[in-house]
């Protein structure tokens, strides 16, 4: 077959991965942009995850997005990783070129922060402290777009004091740790709280961290999209925040990576979201 002829294909990496939504949201923009292609969900163990990078090129991928249990093993076994991605310690997209090399990236901030754009349009991430729970591979992703884009300081919680302080080292003096046990202490006077963790997540432990000092100012928004409506935003929304659901990030991560496999840049709109909760 000829490399005018072949169909590009893709997928997203991880264990488990029955779950993801990400075939569905990419099935549908292929058939939406009536482009030539597939998207295939792709359960790898750890330790087969470096042959089957070597194998997929040859196979006729050009990239495929990476989750749990993965995103951080990939930078040590990519050709080429951007800034961010290193910055981050995980990657999320990967891109195969025609020579095989694999170019590592992450966009899991730049769909956090665009997430928080389109739902939360008067957010202003200068105007006051961010509260961040949790410390994994998602945390650093928006702990880095936060800075980024000019939060003044970021409190920041976990179960496991010691990771959190590992990215207090890697991120420096905006990152303010503090005791799991002070994670509903932090509230006050931030403008921008954020839940990183699986808390409350189907089949995880409920999220308790009392939110009696919440400000009714602040943006709260939970990386958790099962269920779509958790009980970090529905009191946050009794007590006046305005809140944005997990969804709209995993939209809004997964264009760059469509448009640089596929060759056209996705729309990211209701149809869009509709489509992904429908499946």
């Known amino acids: 077959m000829t490399e005018l002829t072949r169909i590009p294909l893709a997928g997203v990496l991880g264990s488990p991965i029955a779950h993801s939504r990400s075939p569905a949201l990419h099935g549908y923009w292929l058939k939406r942009y009536g482009l030539k292609g597939h998207y295939i969900p792709m359960d790898v163990a750890q330790a087969d995850l ?5 194998t997929m090129p040859k196979m006729g991928f050009v990239g495929c997005n990476v989750t749990i249990p993965h995103k951080e093993s990939v930078i040590g076994l990519a050709d080429i990783v951007t800034d961010r991605a290193a910055l981050i310690g995980a990657a999320n997209t ?17 769909g956090f922060t665009a997430n928080l754009r389109q739902n939360a349009p008067a957010w202003q991430p200068q105007s006051g402290p961010a509260v961040v729970w949790g410390a994994g591979g998602a945390a650093r992703a928006v ?39 002070q994670a509903g202490n932090i509230l006050e006077d931030a403008m921008t709280v954020v839940n990183t963790t699986s808390l409350g997540m189907v089949g995880k432990p409920e999220f308790r961290v009392p939110l009696d000092a919440l400000n009714p100012k602040a943006v709260v928004t939970d990386l958790v999209y099962a269920p779509l409506r958790t009980r970090l935003l ?3 929304e009794a007590a006046g ?15 760059p990576g469509f448009e640089r496999w596929f060759g056209v840049r996705p729309e990211v709109d209701e149809e869009t979201r509709a489509a992904v909760l429908a499946a």
């Not at 800075?147 to 990215?167: F, H, M, Q």
């Not at 925040?241 to 264009?255: E, I, N």
């Open 234 to 236: 529905v009191e946050a």
């Open 94 to 110: 990967l891109i195969f070129s025609k020579d095989g090399k694999i170019h590592a990236d992450n966009t899991d901030g730049t």
């Open 143 to 181: 702990i880095a777009a936060l800075i980024e884009v000019g939060v003044p300081e970021i409190r920041l919680a976990n179960r496991s004091r010691a990771r959190a302080d590992a990215l207090r080292s890697d991120f420096g003096a905006k990152v303010h740790v503090h005791d799991w046990v």
């Open 50 to 54: 470096r042959d089957v990078l070597a």
């Open 241 to 255: 925040c305005r809140t944005v659901d997990g969804l709209g990030m995993l939209l809004h991560q997964a264009a």
